[in-house]
C-alpha cells in the first residue's frame, strides 16, 4: 500500500520571453558620409521584482563607425544607452511571488543594430533584443511511497563441506 510525502523543493514557476525594439539618435562630431559599421558591446543587465511583475534594469555600449569629409576620414561615435523593461510573467496558479523567489534573466538574443541611417550630423540606428525570464521560488511535489519493502534475498555461499575437506586436505603444514 502507498503513502504520499510532501517535498518542498525549488523550481521553475514562472517562464516567459520578451522581444523589444528601440530607436535611438546619437549626434556625430563631423558630418557623416556612409556609417560603416555598428557594434553594440558590454551588455549588463539585472532582474528584480516589482509588484507582480518582474523588472529588467541594464545597459550596453553602442559604437557606430562612420565616414566624413567625403568618404576620406573615419570616427567612432559611442553612446550608452540604458534600459529598464517590464516583463508580465505568468506565474503558475500555486505559486506566489515571494522574498525567496529568485529571478533569472537571459540575453536569448544580444542586442543588434537592424537599421542605420544619416540625417545631418544625427545618426538614428534601431536596436533589437530578447530577454527571457525565469522565476524560481518554492514549491510542494507529492511522491508515492512504497510501506512494503522488496524481501531480502538469501544467499547461499557456493562452499560445501566437501570443498572444505578437500581445501583442508590440500594444505602442507609444514611449506615453510
Known amino acids: 500500500m502507498a503513502s504520499y510525502k510532501e517535498i518542498v523543493t525549488k523550481a521553475i514557476i514562472g517562464k516567459g520571453k520578451k522581444s523589444f525594439k528601440n530607436s ?15 557594434w553594440v558591446i558590454n551588455h549588463k543587465f539585472k532582474g528584480y521584482k516589482t509588484g507582480d511583475n518582474i523588472g529588467v534594469d541594464g545597459s550596453y555600449d553602442v559604437n557606430i563607425w562612420y565616414s566624413y569629409d567625403n568618404d576620406s576620414k573615419t570616427m567612432v561615435a559611442n ?5 529598464n523593461d517590464i516583463f508580465n510573467v505568468k506565474v503558475r496558479s500555486d505559486a506566489d511571488l515571494t522574498e525567496q523567489t529568485d529571478i533569472i534573466v537571459r540575453t536569448l538574443n544580444q542586442p543588434n ?10 545618426i538614428n540606428f534601431d536596436i ?15 511522491i508515492a ?3 512494503d519493502e522488496d524481501p531480502w534475498d538469501i544467499l547461499d555461499d557456493e562452499v560445501t ?11 602442507e603444514e609444514d611449506y615453510l
Open 161 to 171: 563441506e566437501e570443498v572444505e575437506k578437500e581445501i583442508d586436505a590440500s594444505v
Open 128 to 142: 533589437e533584443k530578447e530577454l527571457g525570464v525565469e522565476i524560481v521560488g518554492e514549491t510542494k511535489m507529492k
Open 24 to 38: 535611438y539618435t546619437l549626434e556625430a562630431e563631423n558630418e557623416p558620409s556612409t556609417v560603416l559599421g555598428c
Open 145 to 147: 511511497i512504497e510501506d
Open 79 to 83: 553612446k550608452k544607452i540604458e534600459y
Open 113 to 122: 543594430c537592424s537599421n542605420v541611417n544619416i540625417d545631418g550630423n544625427k
